[in-house]
C-alpha cells in the first residue's frame, strides 16, 4: 500500500489525541503508515484569514484529511472550515471517533454527508480507511462547497 500524505483536522480540546494518531506511525506494532500535514501547534494569531492561509498552507500535496471527532468537534468553525477546505482540494475524508462515547449526532454534518469513512479509535483500522478515502477522493471533489467560513480565533 501507497505511504499517503494526509492533513489532521482536530478541535483544541482533542489535540492530545491527534498528537497520538500522527506517533502511531512510529509505533512497529501498529500497521499504519502516512506522511502528516498538521497545526498541532497552535497559530499564533488571531487573525481568521492569516490562521486559514496557514491551514492551506499545511494542506497543500494532502490527499486525505482525517478528522479526530470528540465531543466538541460539531462546534469548532475551524474544522469546519477545513473539511470545506479539504473537499475544495479534493481529499477523501476520514473521521476517527476519538472516545467511545462518540456518537454519530457528534460526527459534523458536512463529514456525513460528503462521504466520510467513519472508524473508532483502532489503529488497525487506520491504514486501511486512509488507503479507501484516498480512492474516493474524486468523488468527495466534485462536492460544490459553500457556507461560512470559520469564524472562531486560534484552534476552537
Same mark, same amino acid.
Given at each position: ?42 497559530? +499564533? *494569531?488571531?487573525?481568521? =484569514? $492569516? ?6 498552507? %499545511?494542506?497543500? /500535496?494532502?490527499?486525505?484529511?482525517? @478528522? ?6 460539531? +462546534? *469548532?468553525?475551524?474544522? =469546519? $472550515? ?6 475544495? %482540494?479534493?481529499? /477523501?475524508?476520514?473521521?476517527?471517533? @476519538? ?6 449526532? +457528534? ?50
Amino acid at each position: 500500500m501507497p505511504t499517503r500524505r494526509v492533513f489532521i483536522s482536530y478541535e483544541g480540546s482533542d489535540r492530545m489525541k491527534a498528537k497520538g494518531f500522527r506517533l502511531l506511525r512510529w509505533n512497529n506494532n501498529v500497521d499504519v503508515s502516512f506522511h502528516d500535514r498538521h497545526l498541532l501547534d497552535p497559530v +499564533d *494569531s488571531t487573525n481568521d =484569514d $492569516y490562521i486559514r492561509s496557514c491551514i492551506r498552507d %499545511e494542506m497543500k /500535496g494532502t490527499s486525505v484529511t482525517v @478528522v479526530m471527532v470528540g465531543e466538541n468537534t460539531k +462546534d *469548532s468553525d475551524w474544522v =469546519d $472550515y477545513e473539511v470545506e477546505r479539504s473537499l475544495k %482540494e479534493g481529499n /477523501g475524508l476520514v473521521a476517527i471517533k @476519538v472516545d467511545d462515547d462518540i456518537s454519530d449526532e +457528534d460526527i459534523p454534518d458536512k463529514l456525513k454527508e460528503n462521504g466520510a469513512e467513519i472508524v473508532d479509535w483502532d489503529p488497525d483500522e487506520f491504514d486501511d480507511a486512509i488507503e479507501r478515502a484516498a480512492s474516493q477522493r474524486s468523488k468527495v471533489g466534485e462536492s460544490t462547497v459553500r457556507g461560512r467560513a470559520g469564524t472562531g480565533c486560534g484552534r476552537s
